[in-house]
């Protein structure tokens, strides 16, 4: 493909990503007021946290009997909470759709190798996401109650739908990208960037910045920072492991070939035969015709 069919179908592959993404808000729109079979309504999951909250902490708008509810100041403010909201929801729901679109533009130039890898993690990263925001959304219940309770008697506590909705979002999003910082460490081991002897000499300066990261992006609560910091060692744990797995795996094979053994001035033990005319002939032209094929692709 020339540079401006790169473009062409770079758009085309954006348009259908896009579409997705705005089915996936029509979607989320809709099911922040109905709900999905035994599923509750997105309203309600979004609103539960902060309903949790003990009773003489609220503010109570509509008597004893009256639903928990959150706080409209603005007129257009809760049909940009909806669309907000819905937007987010649909992304997560319509991912493999929007996120097929990107992989269908870059996976012909990758080898098929780096894309069976690519596949992988994309996978494991969903996966990671989805574990980190999950993790964040039950931990919501105590980090508000810590965090409206530092007032005491002194305050009673009716957040208004933006604040709340924002500070929940930020919440999901910090856990969801943060569970990702462990494969990345794996990524990295695997293309030779770090290796487990570095991970390993490391590992309680690493284990202190975790800690460190995680009293930073949390709320000033100590249940949100624990938690968020005793996953991201666990799943940094399972990175080094796997790390040393790898190189280990790496090792056997440098071993099996004898390239340990080779002093820095003598040559790597490989084995080459010459080849005739009639083979160099051939081999330039498959190479010409492959540089072609890449060429096109």
Request: glycine share 8%; hydrophobic share 50%; proline share 5%.
């Amino acid at each position: 493909m020339t540079l401006i069919e790169h473009v062409y179908e770079f758009r085309r592959r954006l348009s259908y990503a896009m579409l997705a993404i705005v089915a996936g808000g029509i979607l989320g729109f809709i099911w922040f007021e109905q709900s999905v079979g035994p599923i509750a309504s997105l309203g309600e999951l979004i609103r539960g946290p902060y309903c949790a909250l003990p009773e003489g902490v609220l503010v109570d708008f509509g008597g004893n009997d009256g639903p928990c509810q959150l706080l409209q100041t603005k007129p257009f403010e809760v049909f940009m909470i909806r669309l907000k909201v819905g937007i987010a929801a649909g992304m997560v729901v319509f991912a493999p759709f929007w996120l097929y679109q990107f992989w269908a533009f870059i996976a012909p130039g990758l080898y098929p190798k780096e894309r069976r890898y690519g596949r992988v993690f994309v996978s494991i990263a969903s996966v990671l996401f989805g574990l980190g925001a999950a993790l964040a959304y039950i931990l919501v219940p105590l980090a508000l109650h810590m965090l409206v309770g530092f007032g005491g008697e002194n305050f009673k506590t009716a957040l208004t739908g933006q604040d709340y909705i924002s500070f929940i979002l930020t919440l999901l999003i910090i856990f969801g990208i943060s569970f990702e910082l462990p494969l990345l460490i794996v990524m990295l081991n695997r293309v030779g960037v770090l290796k487990y002897e570095q991970l390993h000499r490391w590992r309680r300066g690493l284990i202190m910045a975790l800690f460190v990261f995680a009293a930073i992006v949390t709320p000033a609560d100590p249940f949100s920072m624990i938690a968020l910091a005793a996953a991201l060692v666990l799943l940094f744990e399972m990175a080094i492991q796997i790390a040393r797995l790898h190189d280990r795996k790496l090792d056997r094979q440098r071993k099996d070939l004898g390239w340990d053994d080779v002093a820095d001035h003598e040559a790597a033990p490989f084995e080459y035969t010459p080849s005739a005319a009639d083979d160099d002939a051939d081999d330039t032209a498959k190479a010409g015709k492959s540089r072609n094929t890449d060429e096109v692709t």
